[in-house]
Nanobody, 124 residues
């Protein structure tokens, strides 16, 4: 079955960096666009970034533009989220998700498969 496993979360001070990874199995990875979402306590799950199936297209939510970079390595079935200049408002559980097809979309409903999430905590 399809599995998405996130790693790389943790505790960091404001201004610090983290790199999240999401390893995928059970699917033809190069056929899937991959997205990152996050959910803070009491809030709905929100879009962060997505990368197209071939890695050529990316989109970001406005609040992370210039600070976060999404990328993928299709030879390793892995998608990454490099997070720099982290802020306390970035604190959340981060999820990766997979969507069949090349289009980059920000709606959670567009993604069929989800990981379990990894906690990111940024202190002020």
């Amino acid at each position: 079955q399809v599995q998405l496993v996130e790693s790389g979360g943790g505790f960091v001070q404001s201004g610090g960096s983290l790199r999240l990874s999401c390893a995928a199995s059970g699917l033809t990875f190069p056929s899937y666009a991959m997205g990152w979402f996050r959910q803070a306590p009491g809030n709905e799950r929100k879009f962060v970034a997505t990368v197209g199936a071939d890695g050529g297209d990316t989109i970001y939510t406005d609040s992370v533009k210039g600070r976060f970079t999404v990328s993928r390595d299709n030879s390793k079935n892995t998608v990454f989220l490099q997070m720099d200049n982290l802020k306390p408002e970035d604190t959340a559980v981060y999820y990766c998700a997979a969507r069949l097809g090349g289009l980059v979309l920000s709606s959670p409903q567009s993604y069929a498969y989800w990981g379990q999430g990894t906690q990111v905590t940024v202190s002020s």
